[in-house]
């Protein structure tokens, strides 16, 4: 039976519903703003229209927006929208949602790149990182790769709705690639495929989020096969889990790299870690 008007639940009326099921606050007024067809960012015309009534449909969308946040969707793929560098992105199960960690990432690239360098970022997902660089330094030739086409058409879209060019490519890794990069970035799968944390994450595509038995093999690879893409004093820069910086910074020491570091995260863990492929004239210290 349709409800009245006087009858209609208000915006604070379903908000404090909401709240009372467990979920974030912030979670909350994102998947109510989204029912509502408003931006992200309106938060603050949510408090001042609380006493408005919702109308059916927009309440049935609150109501099963709700219902997939409870049982663990995360909010990006409920929304269709993820903001990362300032950037937002289309995003879906297509591809992980972008996550603020890997920032720290981008940060240590532009803090790197020379002038009109050419870039390549491997498992490009939704695009946030090879974008999020783009559009800092533009005047950079930026590459990105992913061997899921279905991830690559999500990044392709995401950068012809954000104006940014970038040149993408579907294959495993560096393998099959031509021409040499000044700096190549990665955020390839880290988790170890008998991780508990992997349950919490069903949501999102596997072949993204795990590597073998310690979680080491993609990077093993990506380390094993960058000499042969990078210029003589470029940069690997790769993000890694929590407890990975010591293996990855030896896999890095082992294949040749110099300048060989880790990088903290806003938390202080070290997140990324990479080196220098060694060339005339370049010494160990760190950058």
């Known amino acids: 039976m349709t409800q009245s008007a006087p009858d209609r639940p208000t915006l604070a009326g379903a908000l404090r519903h909401a709240t009372g099921l467990g979920l974030a606050r912030l979670d909350v007024h994102m998947l109510l703003l989204h029912a509502l067809g408003r931006s992200p960012h309106d938060r603050a015309w949510l408090l001042a229209h609380e ?30 929208h993820q903001e990362f560098y300032g950037l937002v992105l289309q995003v879906d199960r297509r591809v992980l949602c972008p996550r603020a960690d890997t920032e ?15 870039v390549l ?10 974008l999020a660089i783009k559009h800092q330094r533009p005047d950079v030739q930026m ?18 709705q954000l104006g940014l060019d970038v040149e993408f ?5 560096l393998a099959g690639l031509s021409g040499l990069f000044d700096t190549i970035v990665s955020n390839p799968p880290y988790i170890a495929a008998a991780d508990p944390h992997l349950a919490a994450l ?10 073998g038995a ?25 993000e890694h889990g929590y407890d990975q910086a010591q293996a990855v910074c030896d896999l890095l020491r082992g294949a040749g790299f110099t300048a060989v570091q880790s990088r903290p995260d806003l938390a202080g863990i070290a997140r990324c870690s990479g080196g220098r492929w060694p060339g005339r004239g370049l010494t160990e210290t760190a950058t």
């Open 169 to 173: 490519s579907q294959g495993s890794w």
């Open 214 to 238: 310690d979680g080491l093999d993609d990077l093993r690879i990506i380390i094993r096969q960058a000499s042969a893409c990078l210029k003589h004093g470029g940069w690997l820069l790769l």
């Open 51 to 80: 006493g408005d009534a919702l109308d059916d449909a927009t309440q049935t969308g609150f109501e099963t927006a709700l219902q997939r946040r409870l049982r663990g969707e995360p909010l990006a793929y409920i929304t269709g």
């Open 104 to 118: 720290t990432l981008v940060d240590w690239a532009l803090d790197l790149l020379p002038p009109a360098a050419r």
């Open 121 to 130: 970022d491997l498992g490009t997902g939704s695009g946030a990182i090879a």
């Open 202 to 211: 069903t949501h999102e595509p596997l072949q993204a989020l795990a590597s």
């Open 143 to 160: 590459h990105a790769r992913d061997f899921s086409a279905d991830a690559l058409a999500v990044a392709q879209a995401n950068a012809q």
